[in-house]
């Protein structure tokens, strides 16, 4: 519980430095992965990065690779070691492209750790089409898509669970107005 709390609080910080190009505060540099006594750390200068500097979708994308080739690197080290680690790889992969079209997306999800649920029990092909209905679509087109027989029913049913959209519940209607204010 305590990383998906971590989790969730990492995506909404970074989400809105993002979203606001935050100034960066100080002098200093992108990093690369380094081999060290301690391990496959970020250690290379790479790319200076000035204070003021915004934060804008170039500069994550370079820290995003950046952090990748740690990655990679720190996976390669444990496997050269004999060392299988703590964590499942098998599921990485997805949870990337999920943190990386989650901190991307003009929308911001409130419950971001729903979408990991939803992707997490989907099959290949769901998690696509989940991910494109969460991401790059509005709940307009997918029910236009599902109509057509394009889309499967499970792909609105979780970008309901992800937005809290409640089908068949009462639509809260605005209050009616009168002259003088709220009738």
């Known amino acids: ?64 690779d950046f952090h990748n080739e740690w990655t990679a690197q720190f996976f390669t080290e444990l496997d050269r070691r004999g060392d299988p680690g703590r964590f499942d790889r098998t599921k990485a992969p997805i949870i990337m492209d999920l943190l990386k079209r989650q901190l991307l997306s003009p929308h911001y999800i409130q419950h971001s750790a729903r979408v990991l649920f939803v992707v997490g029990q989907a099959s290949r092909e769901e998690r696509v089409q989940i991910l494109e209905a969460i991401f790059d679509l509005s709940r307009e087109e997918l029910l236009k898509r599902i109509g057509a027989g394009t889309l499967n029913q499970v792909v609105l049913s979780a970008h309901d669970y992800v937005y809290d959209i409640f089908p068949g519940a009462r639509e809260a209607k605005p209050p009616a107005v009168g002259r003088s204010g709220i009738a």
């Open 1 to 64: 519980m305590n990383d998906l709390a971590t989790y969730r609080i990492d995506v909404s910080w970074l989400w809105t430095l993002i979203r606001h190009h935050a100034a960066i505060t100080k002098d200093g540099y992108l990093k690369r992965p380094a081999l060290t006594e301690d391990g496959v750390v970020p250690a290379v200068n790479a790319d200076e990065v000035k204070a003021g500097t915004p934060f804008t979708k170039e500069l994550f994308l370079k820290v995003w």
